[in-house]
Antibody, heavy 117, light 106 residues
Framework: EVHLVESGGNLVQPGGSLRLSCSASGFNFYNYDLTWVRQAPGKGLEWVATIDPYATRKYYVDSVQGRFTLSRDNAGRSLYLQMNNLTDEDTAIYYC??????????WGQGTLVTVPS | EIVLTQSPGTLYVSPGEGATLYCRAS???????LAWFQQKPGQSPRLLVY???TRAAGIPDRFIGRGSGADFTLTISGLGPEDFGIYYCQQYSSLPRTFGQGTKVE
């Protein structure tokens, strides 16, 4: 069974930094693209970033480009999202998601990032 | 960027009835790379349909996805209490990946 567990969410002041982690199990981690999707309180879903299996290609939504950085550790079966210069617009639950040929087929339970205004 | 517009915003349905949800794209979605997700309060989204019409593993056949190009629908027949929640469409044919704003079924 695919299992994705996010951690690292916290309350952080505007301009601060945070590193989210996602620990994976139940599938061949190094074979899949991985994605972060976020959801602001009471709002819809927003794709944030995607990384390919060997971290050769990384894609970001414009609003986080230059502030967020994706990385992964295939041996440790972990995905990371380094978030810098955070603003209140980054407040959201961040979901770690496995992609299969672009399809977001398995989701973690999410981790909450709060940046007060 | 492909903008997805879902309608209606809220759909009021009684248990046992059917419902059709709509998702319109601002431009054609390549290869019908359109997915539907269900989200219940306090839970992560769950994949229902991908490729516009293929049900994900374990999804009952009362969920039917249709459409091509820029117009897509998700039909749910015989709604049970477990089917109420928010439904999102999402395109994965181009970057940035985008989601519709959601349809709440209650």
């Amino acid at each position: 069974e695919v299992h994705l567990v996010e951690s690292g969410g916290n309350l952080v002041q505007p301009g601060g930094s945070l590193r989210l982690s996602c620990s994976a199990s139940g599938f061949n981690f190094y074979n899949y693209d991985l994605t972060w999707v976020r959801q602001a309180p009471g709002k819809g879903l927003e794709w944030v970033a995607t990384i390919d299996p060997y971290a050769t290609r990384k894609y970001y939504v414009d609003s986080v480009q230059g502030r967020f950085t994706l990385s992964r550790d295939n041996a440790g079966r972990s995905l990371y999202l380094q978030m810098n210069n955070l603003t209140d617009e980054d407040t959201a639950i961040y979901y770690c998601v496995r992609e299969t040929f672009g399809v977001l087929d398995s989701w973690g339970q999410g981790t909450l990032v709060t940046v007060p205004s | 960027e492909i903008v997805l517009t879902q309608s209606p915003g809220t759909l009021y349905v009684s248990p046992g009835e059917g419902a059709t949800l709509y998702c319109r794209a601002s431009q054609s979605v390549g290869h019908n790379s359109l997915a539907w997700f269900q989200q219940k309060p306090g839970q992560s989204p769950r994949l229902l349909v991908y490729g516009a019409s293929t049900r994900a593993a374990g999804i009952p056949d009362r969920f039917i996805g249709r459409g091509s190009g820029a117009d897509f629908t998700l039909t749910i027949s015989g709604l049970g209490p477990e089917d109420f929640g928010i439904y999102y469409c999402q395109q994965y044919s181009s970057l940035p990946r985008t989601f519709g704003q959601g349809t709440k079924v209650e």
